[in-house]
């Protein structure tokens, strides 16, 4: 599972909390990693492109590393594409696996998120899959996000969360929920408490979705992904070692600083 | 234990049943879970024209009404036509996974396009019904047949080497008209899943241990359908409902 920022051992215990909300398939272990530099936040182009790269190079050495399938812990799905243009092993974006997901649970679905901020990459993911008629809405409640905190010292958000999920359903004519990002997992029993429609939440099952395409053979095809003529993975590795190296040097910018 | 009801659309004796059944082998199941098989009770002798779909939606209707009351955790519709699971869903609770839509979902998440294996010409009607209800004609790249009727009994058995071989051209053409992702189009085409995937270089999905694999998955993270998207009957008529599948069974057995 590749956690999209550098996070401490305290902030990746946090994601990996996510692994208490279902008992693991048998015989499945999951190992977080953080990546070695990101974008402060997913708000901007700048920021997806650098997202993309630091993923990429986070998982490129994956199968190598002996593992069965990668994660992405983010429901943008990024770095998704260009890793399985250079793995063999299944690559699961929980972005595209928990939409496809719930159109086996219903007609439509919903998203509901932290802020309006993240809606462009779920209109990305949605239109790169052909599932983009399926979507009955997009719903945010204006909380800044922290993707290292989670929901830590959020509580206020919760019923917030609620009010808008049962205005995907009631208003807009969602049959199922989505989270808007994996970073919500906190959020996931409190929702499908309080609502009649399943709600996904996408990290739990991404790791779900590896494990039954590891034990089914399949994988993403190469035909859609395919292999570049010249690998450079030194090149992408000495990319994000010097990222690291500078974003080390000036602390503070990553959160955000500037605009 | 976990117990899971597969619905077999056909009227099948036991050793026709061990046929479909041999599918479990391909894949690992969690520990504490068993599949039992249960076969409609009457139902169509082809499967290739509307009255065919309508007579087997109501006899896997009938066969999983009381998979809830018989202590099954979840239902999966052995067909790729997903008969009866919409209609199975506004009457139960647990999940009641339909390995039809879930192939050409899930084969959204491993490629760009999808291309649809089917049996042969008159079951091509049945692909354009699922792929215009769930708005994924963009994403099918084409559906191909083999020209082969099929034997829902024995499957494969006994005619592998002439069948087989024209499966495979039929792959083929569909990668070259640009599928990233194959989709049987039918859970009875497994025997031939191993070669079709050792032998093409796009995944091949197999609809019927594919939906094992998720119905699994909706099981543990508690997952199951949406009442909003399959609501209960105002008025359920369970026994009327038995009631015309027993009479079915009458015709069929005069």
């Not at chain 1, 939440?201 to 779900?208: E, K, T, V």
């Not at chain 1, 095809?221 to 994000?240: C, E, F, G, R």
């Not at chain 2, 209609?87 to 839509?101: E, F, H, K, T, Y």
């Amino acid at each position: 599972m590749l956690a999209p920022f550098p996070l401490d051992e305290g902030q990746l215990a946090l994601r990996r909390k996510q692994l208490d909300a279902a008992p693991l398939p048998d015989g499945v272990v999951v190992d977080f990693r953080p990546t070695k530099a990101a974008p402060a936040n997913y708000v901007s182009h700048h920021d997806y492109a650098l997202a993309d790269l630091s993923l990429f190079e986070s998982g490129l050495q994956a199968q190598a590393d002996g593992y069965d399938a990668v994660c992405i812990d983010t429901v943008s799905d990024s770095g998704v594409n260009a890793l399985r243009s250079m793995l063999d092993i299944p690559v699961v974006g929980p972005g595209r696996s928990q939409y496809v997901v719930a159109c086996m649970l219903g007609r439509r679905f919903g998203i509901v998120t932290m802020w309006k901020q993240w809606f462009p990459l779920y209109e990305k993911i949605l239109a790169e899959i052909g599932l983009a008629d399926r979507c009955a809405g997009i719903r945010s409640i204006d909380v800044t996000p922290d993707n290292r905190t989670l929901m830590a010292g959020k509580d206020h958000a919760l019923p917030l969360l609620l009010e808008a999920a049962r205005a995907l359903v009631e208003d807009d004519g969602a049959d199922v929920i989505c989270l808007g990002s994996t970073t919500m997992h906190e959020a996931h029993a409190f929702l499908q408490e309080n609502l009649d429609v399943p709600v996904i939440n996408p990290g739990p099952l991404s790791y779900f979705v590896a494990e039954a395409l590891a034990d089914l053979a399949l994988t993403q095809s190469p035909t859609a992904y395919p292999p570049p003529q010249v690998a450079k993975p030194d090149m992408i590795h000495a990319m994000l070692d010097a990222a690291a190296a500078a974003g080390a040097a000036d602390a503070g910018d990553d959160e955000g600083g500037g605009r | 234990m976990t117990r899971i009801l597969v619905l077999v659309p056909f009227a099948l004796d036991d050793e026709q049943i061990a046929n479909r059944s041999a599918q479990t082998r391909e894949i690992t199941l969690g520990s504490n879970v068993s599949f039992h098989y249960k076969p409609v009770v009457a139902g169509p002798t082809s499967f290739t024209s509307p009255h065919d779909w309508l007579l087997l939606d109501l006899g896997l209707f009938e066969a999983g009404l009381s998979a809830e009351a018989d202590g099954f955790d979840a239902v999966v519709i052995d067909t790729v036509s997903d008969s009866g699971a919409d209609a199975l869903r506004s009457v139960l609770d647990i999940p009641v996974l339909a390995p039809g839509r879930a192939s050409l979902l899930f084969a959204l998440t491993l490629g760009r396009r999808f291309g649809v294996l089917a049996q042969w010409q008159p079951a091509l009607a049945r692909y354009e019904k699922v792929l215009d209800e769930w708005g994924l004609r963009s994403r099918c790249a084409g559906v191909e047949h083999f020209d082969t009727p099929p034997d829902f009994a024995n499957l494969l058995a006994g005619k592998e080497d002439v069948v087989v071989p024209k499966m495979e051209a039929a792959c083929r053409r569909l990668v070259d008209r640009g599928a990233d992702v194959i989709c049987l189009g039918s859970t009875t085409m497994h025997e031939a899943h191993g070669h079709l995937s050792s032998v093409l270089d796009v995944p091949v999905v197999n609809p019927g241990p594919l939906s094992y694999k998720l119905i699994q998955m909706m099981l543990s993270l508690g997952l199951s359908h949406s009442r909003a998207a399959y609501p209960r009957p105002q008025v359920p008529k369970i026994d009327m409902i038995h009631t015309m599948l027993a009479a079915a069974e009458e015709v069929d057995r005069v």
